[in-house]
């Protein structure tokens, strides 16, 4: 079962910021929350992850909540190839001490002229 | 990040039959996986591919279906046996390095069953 819940689609226009929420309100304190999205027919790209603190790298910065029950995927300035779905995903303890990510329905984002 | 060549990118198979894909990467990796992507949904672990040992599968999905191989740290195999229209799907390898924390993914096997 899914552990993110996310907008089924939002919209934003090129150049602007694109803010995409996320809420895990079960995740536990070891679980870190990941962001991944899919442009059409293509593998999952990587973008970034966090367990408590804000991130920020080349791609987003992603935003915890202090109770880590919500994030923010931020892309601060979208442009028409960033149209696609986001994913936020929660990683999770699996057996022999390996993890697994469990992955939500994702946000489908179109970034408008 | 590692770099995944997964083999073959689409195959339309007959029912009943089994389709062996392929995921290569370019080093040495911790952990791959196999993933399932149904048309228009999210993606499902199908399982953890293990060297040297039997994979670790997910709740749902069987061995005898979806036997795994994994000799060495840059290779795995997956096979969807005795295929039918429902195995459809795009399937997905994907590798992580204990260090980076980060997974990355080949670019899918889009299979039909006809």
């Known amino acids: 079962d899914a552990k993110t819940t996310q907008p089924t689609s939002m919209d934003c226009a090129e150049g602007r910021a694109a803010n995409l929420p996320c809420n895990h309100s079960?995740?536990?304190?070891?679980?870190?929350v990941y962001w991944y999205r899919q442009i059409h027919s293509q593998g999952p790209q990587y973008i970034i992850h966090?367990?408590?603190?804000?991130e920020t790298n080349e791609m987003a910065s992603l935003i915890i909540t202090e109770d880590r029950k919500s994030s923010t995927l931020i892309l601060p300035h979208a442009t028409l190839r960033d149209t696609a779905v986001y994913y936020c995903?929660?990683?999770?303890?699996?057996?022999?001490?390996?993890?697994?990510?469990?992955w939500g329905l994702g946000t489908s984002l179109a970034v408008n002229p | 990040s590692a770099v995944i060549s997964q083999k073959p990118s689409r195959d339309i198979c007959q029912r009943g039959t089994s389709l062996t894909i392929q995921c290569q990467v370019d080093?040495?990796?911790?952990?791959m996986f196999w993933y399932r992507q149904q048309p228009g949904q999210s993606l499902t672990l199908i399982a953890t591919?293990?060297?040297?040992?039997?994979?670790?599968?997910e709740s749902g999905f069987v061995i005898d279906k979806f036997p795994i191989s994994r000799p060495n740290l840059t290779f795995s195999t997956l096979t969807v046996s005795n295929m039918s229209p429902e195995d459809s799907s795009i399937y997905l390898c994907?590798?992580?390095?204990?260090?980076?924390?980060?997974?990355?993914f080949g670019s899918g096997t889009r299979l039909t069953v006809v």
């Open positions: 591919a293990n060297q040297g040992s039997e994979a670790t599968y």
């Open positions: 995903i929660v990683r999770v303890p699996n057996a022999g001490n390996n993890r697994k990510l469990i």
């Open positions: 080093s040495q990796v911790t952990m």
């Open positions: 994907s590798v992580g390095t204990v260090r980076n924390y980060g997974y990355t």
């Open positions: 079960t995740i536990s304190g070891n679980e870190y």
């Open positions: 966090g367990l408590k603190n804000n």
